[in-house]
Every structure is written in structure tokens, then in C-alpha cells.
């Protein structure tokens, strides 16, 4: 539990800079418990703490952990080159705390995208060693045959990896779709798997990681929310 001034506490989660904080509070635009505030030096506790801006109510958060449905067209980059910025999908003060995405899905990807200001989760979420199960499900061009299951359940090898990469589960939906679950997290892999087996990966969408599925939140594309303590509890790897 830490007490602090209102200004702090308004730059912390992300509304500016101190100077700016300290404007929109002297200008009568910020409410703490339904009462104005508007002296930036007025310190609260931040537990449970609860403020409105604008007349849009915030709770404070030491840190945000996110989801987002992510649709097509979008690049998971704080720099995004060729397209918008994932960024761009979230109210501009996770930009400003420092929001980043957990990891990366290309920019015709869809789906479940975690994304968070805490370095030590992300680093967790994005380390090999955890071996956290990412759920995909992928349109191929070419028709799902058993052999193309058996393969990918397998291994195949590709030119910069040292050894072949296998599926942890792989099945056929349909006559073009597939649902496979990896853990490495290599760059493209399920294309590039799914090249490396003779097919090519039409569309593709993340669907889970861990036990926590993107259908459980509810989220249109384009659609983010908080997560809180249960879900991510999800994101730890299966029990074997």
C-alpha cells in the first residue's frame, strides 16, 4: 500500500506528464471519490483507489495486463512501419505507461495478443523455457491430409533451425483448416511449418495461450480488456 499525490498518481497511470496532470487537476477535471479535486498536492492511498476524469471513472492499476482481439492489418510494434500500431486500438494513456505487446503476432494474424507495462510478465510470458502452449488455428491452401498432420505432429525441418520443429497436438477441422498448439514461439513458424510440409497458410488465428481462451473474453476484433488474477493464472503451462 503507498500513499501519493494526486499528480503522481495521474502520471503513473499513464494521463502525461506531471505538468499536464497538475493542469487537468486545477482545472476541475479530475474526482476522487465524486468529489472534485483540485489541488495536485492532495495525497490518497492507492489500493483500491478509484478517480474520474473527464467523467470516465479509472481504477488504479500498479501495472495493466491485457487482452486484445487483434485483427488483421495490424503491427505488434511501439514503431509499426507499413501499418497501424497495435497501440492504436488502446486508450492513448497505455501508451504513455509504457504498454507493450507480449510478444508478436504478424500483421494478417488474428487473435488472442497479451500486452502489459510489466517487463518481469512479459519477459515470463516470452521466455522459451516456460513452454507455455499457444493454441492456433490455421486455413491452408492446399487440402489438411492425414500426412500433413503426421508430419507436422513430427517434425519438419526448417533452413535456420538446428534440429526439426514437431507440433505438441495438431488435428483437422475441416478440409482446409488445422488446429495445431506450439510452444517454441519460433518467428512465422506455423507458416513456415505449414510451408516446410508441402501447404501454405492462407489465414491464421490465435485462439489460446495456456488455458486461457480468447472465446472466454468475450472480445470482438479490435475489442481489449483488463485481465485479472484468475486469467492470468491461465497463462501458466498445462499440468502435464
Known amino acids: 500500500m503507498s500513499k501519493l499525490s494526486l499528480d503522481r498518481i495521474l502520471q503513473s497511470q499513464g494521463f502525461g506528464t506531471r505538468k499536464w ?12 471519490n465524486g468529489e472534485t479535486v483540485n489541488d495536485y498536492r492532495t495525497a490518497f492511498e492507492t489500493e483500491g483507489l478509484s478517480f474520474t476524469i473527464f467523467e470516465e471513472t479509472w481504477d488504479y492499476r500498479e ?44 500483421h494478417d494474424t488474428t487473435g488472442l495478443l497479451l500486452m502489459s507495462d510489466d517487463g518481469a510478465f512479459i519477459h515470463a510470458q516470452s521466455s522459451p523455457k516456460r513452454h507455455v502452449p499457444k493454441l492456433y488455428v490455421a486455413t491452408t491452401d492446399a487440402p489438411v491430409t492425414d500426412e500433413l498432420v503426421t508430419q507436422l505432429l ?3 525441418q526448417l533452413h535456420d533451425e538446428p534440429a526439426p520443429l514437431a507440433a505438441q497436438s495438431c488435428r483437422r477441422l475441416d478440409e482446409h483448416r488445422l488446429e495445431i498448439v506450439l ?7 506455423v ?5 516446410a510440409a508441402g501447404n501454405h497458410c492462407e489465414a491464421l488465428r490465435r485462439t489460446m495461450v495456456g488455458q486461457l481462451e480468447l472465446d472466454s473474453l468475450g ?22
Request: proline share 9%.
Open 21 to 32: 496532470c497538475r493542469e487537468l487537476i486545477s482545472d476541475g477535471e479530475v474526482a476522487v
Open 154 to 156: 513430427s517434425g519438419v
Open 63 to 106: 501495472h495493466v495486463y491485457l487482452a486484445l482481439n487483434k485483427p488483421p492489418g495490424y503491427e505488434c510494434s511501439r514503431k509499426p512501419s507499413r501499418h497501424p500500431g497495435v497501440l492504436t486500438l488502446l486508450p492513448e494513456q497505455f501508451t504513455w505507461r509504457d504498454v507493450q505487446p507480449v510478444g508478436r503476432l504478424d
Open 191 to 195: 507458416k513456415r511449418m505449414l510451408a
Open 219 to 240: 472480445l470482438e476484433e479490435g475489442e481489449w480488456c483488463y485481465l485479472d488474477a484468475g486469467q492470468l493464472a491461465l497463462l501458466a503451462p498445462s499440468p502435464s
Open 183 to 189: 510452444e517454441q514461439g519460433k518467428y512465422h513458424q
